[in-house]
Structures are given as structure tokens and as C-alpha cells.
């Protein structure tokens, strides 16, 4: 089986990740990749700007960021793709950014809850990262 490796890029100069994410099959966001993150986030600016429809809110969530502590909305979101593998009615945190003065040139967080499910490998040589 061949490998296929997709690229990422660097943010600025800091060392972070960032991977593209389509949401429903019709959006695609730029999301950091974060392996400290146990959960997947969108920002809620984002689903006005991009009029991206989630399924009904089933909770509140307090979640510890690097931006300290704040509150999440979990919804179910139609699928996510990433590195070609669709995950179908996964929960997404969603939080707005700027309430919580989050700037950022990323419009999500890419966590442990979908990178875990495959072999995530890192090319830094070619930036790129398969994932199997």
C-alpha cells in the first residue's frame, strides 16, 4: 500500500502546524495541529462567516486552553475530513475566539480525538505528514 503524504505548513516562525480541514464536504479551514489537544475546536465566528450547519448543541463543556479557562458548545458536525479520511457525525467543541481573545490566522484546532485514530507520520524534510 502506497503512502500518500499531505502537506502542512508552519505558522509564522513559532513552530506551530497547520493542516487543512474540510467540514461537510464543502468548507475547507485552515486548523492547527495539536497533539496537547484532546478535542477538536472550531471557532464560532467561523460557522457565520462560512455558514457551516451543525446538528443540534448536546452540551457545555469547561476546557482548559492555553488561553486559560473558558467554555465549549459540543455539537456534531456532518463530517470532517482530513488527510483523506472522512469522519462522519464526530463531536466538535465549538468557541468563540474573540470573545475569548483568541487571534489567530487558524480558523480550528485539529486534537487527539481524530489524529488518534490512524499512524500520523511527520516528514519535516518535505512538509508533509502521512496519515494511515
Not at 65 to 85: C, H, L, P, W, Y
Not at 92 to 120: C, E, H, P, R, T
Request: charge should be negative; proline fraction near 2%.
Amino acid at each position: 500500500m502506497k503512502t500518500i503524504e499531505y502537506p502542512f505548513e508552519w505558522l509564522d516562525n513559532d513552530g506551530l502546524i497547520v493542516v487543512q480541514v474540510e467540514i461537510n464536504n464543502e468548507t475547507i479551514l485552515p486548523f492547527l495541529l495539536d497533539t496537547g489537544s484532546s478535542d477538536t475546536y472550531l471557532d464560532k465566528n467561523i460557522l457565520y462567516i462560512e455558514q457551516i450547519s451543525l446538528k443540534e448543541a448536546f452540551g457545555q463543556v469547561e476546557v482548559e486552553t492555553a488561553n486559560g479557562r473558558m467554555f465549549a458548545d459540543v455539537f456534531k458536525i456532518d463530517s470532517i475530513s482530513v488527510f483523506g479520511t472522512y469522519f462522519k457525525n464526530h463531536p466538535i467543541q465549538i468557541i468563540d475566539f474573540i470573545a475569548n481573545s483568541i487571534i489567530s490566522n487558524y480558523s480550528g484546532v485539529l486534537g487527539m480525538d481524530i489524529l488518534s485514530q490512524k499512524s500520523l507520520c511527520f516528514h519535516f524534510d518535505k512538509n508533509t505528514i502521512s496519515f494511515s
